[in-house]
C-alpha cells in the first residue's frame, strides 16, 4: 500500500513537471554526471540537458574555476566520442588541461572572436547545429532576447549550452539555470605537502522546477565526488550575489 | 576546332576617353599632351585633328603652328589603361577569353562563340555597334590566327577572312603588320622587301639567319603554324556555369533564381565527375559595365547545392544589382576529389566527420573570414607556449599524443604576468606574491618543475614553476626566470589559472 502511494506521488510530481514545461528527452538517457545529492535540486532529478546553463564569475580566477567545472560535466556529455565547440575571445583555454577533466582536447572546436556580437550569433548557430554534445560560450553580456533565442535554438537540437559571463550585472535571462562556480581550497590528509584536489565551491542561485543551494565537489582524477563542507576548507565565504 | 580571334583595335581610345568625360570637345581639333623636356609632346590625337594632319610624336608647338584652332589636353596614361581594362571586362559577354592587348587593343577568343549571335557577321556587328554606342571608335577583324587578325585591323578594313584564307590576305601588307620589330622592319626595307609577300615564302633558315629568331617566329604565328599563348583577364575555369540573360536582372528573387540555376548545374557536373568545390565565386556582370562578385569557400569538397545556396546566401548583402545584371557566372575556382569514404558518411557521421558540424564551421569560416576557427593538436615542444599547435583542418592527426601527469593550468596567460613576491631561498615556493595590486598569501604549494629553455629555438633562462593555492582557494602557476642570486634577485611571473 505504501509503495502504491509513492509511486502514484511520483508519477504525480512527473505529470506537473511537464505540465510546466519540461521537455523529457527519453532517448538521450545520460549517464550520471556524479553531482551526488545535488541530483535532488534538479527537476526530474537528473542534470537538465539540452538546455542553456548560465554560469556567473568575477574575475579571471572564477571563469577559470567555472569553465573547469563545464569541462567537468562535459566530459560526462562527450562520452560517445561526438564533438563540442567552444567560442570564447582569443587564448581562454590551454587545451592540455583539458586531458585532466578527461576530454580529449582534438575533440574541441574553437571559436575565437573577439566582438560579443558575433560570440552571440556564432553560438545561436552552433547550438542549433544537431550531433554536437556541448557549446561552451564566453559571452558576458547576456540580455534577457539573447537568451531567449539561445534557448529556441536548443530546442530542436538537443545540444547543452553553457554560458560563461564575467559580469557584475545580472538581469532577467530565459536559461534554465543560474550557476555561480568558484574555487574552493583543496584538503589534504595531515601533515601532507602539495595541493590537493581541485575543488569548487558550487552554487546553484536558479533553477527552474528545482531547489536552488549550495555544494562542494572535487575533481577525483576523472569524476566528480562530492564533499560536505567543512569549516576548514572554507577560509573566506562570502555572501552570495 | 578551327580556331577563331577576333582583334578590336581602339585607334582614338585616348581621345574618345577625353570625349566621353567632355561632350562639347566631339568632333573638335585636340590633342592630348605630355611634359617631355620642357616641350609638349603630342601622345594622341582626335579623329578631327589627325584628319589635317597632326600625328602623335609631333611637338605641339608645331602643330600649333600650323593649325590655330587646336585645342591642347593633358594626357593621363594610367585613365586609357583603365578604360581598356574595363572595356576587356565589358567584353567577357561575348567570350569567356578576353586578353589586353597592348595599349590600345583586345584580343577575343570567339572560337565557337559566333553561332550564338548568329554568325561571324553578326556577331561583329554586334560587337562594333555596342562598341559605337559607347563612343569608341574601332576597327575590328577576325581571322584563324592571332597575328592575322592583328595585321587585318591595324592595316586594313577587312574584317573577315574565311577560315584558312589568311595568308593571302596578308600579302599585300608591309611587314610592320606582322608586329616586327622596328629595327627588322627597317632593315627589311632596306632590303625592298616592302611587303610581306616578297618574303614570306622565303627559306626559313634564310629569314632566321638575317632577321633573327622573332622574324621567323611572328611569320609562323601569323600563319598558323604555331599556337601563339595569350593571356585572358579571366584565366579559363575547367567548372564554371554560365547563365546569359534576356533582360537585365536587378531583384533579389531573380538574382536567387540565377544563383540556384547555376549551383544545380555546377553541382550535377561535379557530381558526376566525383569531385567537389572547394572554393566559388558568383559573378554577376552588370549592363553599366561594372562586376559584382562573391566569393565563398568550403571546410571540404562538397556538392550539396542546398548547403553551398546557404553560403552564399550570407554574403548576399554584398551583390549590388545596381540597373541589372545580364549575365551571371559561377566559377568552381578550387575542386577536390570527393572519396568514397566521404560518401559513406555523408548525412549521418558522428564526431568530427559530421556533415552538420562541418556546414557549421562553413557558415562561421564566410562570416568572419579564416582564422577564428580551429581544434588544437599537441606539438613536440616541452615550452608550455610551444606545446600545442592550432590546425584548421578538421580531420588531421598527429602522431604524438597529449602528454599526461604534468599538472598544465586550464587558462594559461599568452604572456607571463610580473608579480612580487617574498620567498625563502633558495628554491622554496613564495610566501606571498602580489599581481596587479592584490596581495595573495600562499596556503598550499607544489613544485619546482624545472622547465629548460629549447636551445635549438631560443635561448635564455630556465624557468621553476610552482602551482600555488592562496587563502581563498584560487590556485596559480608562477614560475622563477633563472637560479636564485643573491646580487641580482630571479623575476617572478604569473603564468596561469589552474582550477
Known sequence: ?241 | MQKRYVTIWFPYLKTDWVVLRNKTLAEKNFVLTVNDHGRKLITAVSPAAHRQGIYPGMVAADACALFRDLLIREDAPAEAAKLLSRLAEWCIRFTPSVTIDGQDGLLLDATGCTHLWGGEENYIDTLQQRLAGFGLHTRISMADTIGAAWALSRFTTTRSVLPGQQVETLLPLPPAALRLDTVVVERLEKLGLRSIGHFIHMPRSVLLRRFGKDCVQKIRFALGEEEEIHEPIHPLQLYQERLPCLEPIFTPAGIDIALRKLLGMLCDRLRSEGRGLRTAVFTGYRIDGKTVSITIGAGRALHNEIHLHKLFLLKFGAFEPGPGIELFTLDATKTDEITISQLQLWGAGAGLHNTALSELLDRMNNRFGEGHIHRYLPDEHHWPERSVKKSSSLLEKTATGWRPGRPRPLHLLPVPERIEVAAPIPDYPPMHFRHKGVLHKTMKADGPERIEQEWWLQTGLHRDYYCVEDETGNRFWLFRLGHYDEEQPPGWFLHGYFV
Not at chain 1, 554526471?33 to 568575477?58: R, V, Y
Not at chain 1, 581541485?198 to 564533499?227: A, C, K, T, Y
Not at chain 1, 569549516?231 to 550575489?241: E, F
Request: glycine share 8%; net charge positive.
Open chain 1, 1 to 241: 500500500m505504501q509503495v502504491a502511494q509513492t509511486d502514484i506521488i511520483a508519477r504525480l510530481r512527473k505529470d506537473i513537471l511537464i505540465r510546466e514545461g519540461l521537455k523529457i528527452n527519453a532517448a538521450a538517457a545520460l549517464p550520471d554526471i556524479g553531482l551526488g545529492s545535488m541530483n535532488q535540486a534538479f527537476p526530474d532529478k537528473t542534470f537538465p540537458t539540452g538546455c542553456i546553463h548560465e554560469c556567473i564569475c568575477d574575475d579571471r580566477s572564477g571563469k577559470t574555476a567555472t569553465a573547469g567545472f563545464i569541462a567537468g560535466i562535459v566530459s560526462v556529455l562527450m562520452k560517445e566520442g561526438s564533438v563540442s565547440v567552444w567560442i570564447g575571445p582569443a587564448n581562454t583555454i590551454f587545451p592540455p588541461a583539458l586531458a585532466a577533466f578527461g576530454i580529449d582536447p582534438c575533440k574541441i572546436v574553437f571559436v575565437e572572436l573577439h566582438r560579443e556580437k558575433d560570440r552571440l550569433w556564432a553560438m545561436e548557430e552552433a547550438l542549433a547545429c544537431e550531433g554536437l554534445s556541448a557549446v561552451v560560450g564566453e559571452i558576458a553580456q547576456l540580455d534577457f532576447t539573447a537568451s531567449r533565442r539561445l534557448q529556441l535554438a536548443v530546442e530542436k537540437s538537443h545540444v547543452t549550452g553553457f554560458v560563461i559571463r564575467q559580469t557584475e550585472r545580472l538581469q532577467t535571462t530565459a536559461c534554465v539555470a543560474r550557476w555561480k562556480i568558484r574555487s574552493a581550497g583543496s584538503s589534504l590528509p595531515e601533515g601532507m605537502p602539495g595541493l590537493g584536489f581541485p575543488r569548487w565551491q558550487v552554487d546553484l542561485l536558479r533553477i527552474r522546477n528545482g531547489r536552488p543551494g549550495s555544494w562542494q565537489f572535487e575533481w577525483n582524477r576523472q569524476h566528480f565526488m562530492e564533499q560536505k563542507p567543512s569549516s576548514s576548507a572554507i577560509y573566506a565565504r562570502k555572501k552570495i550575489v
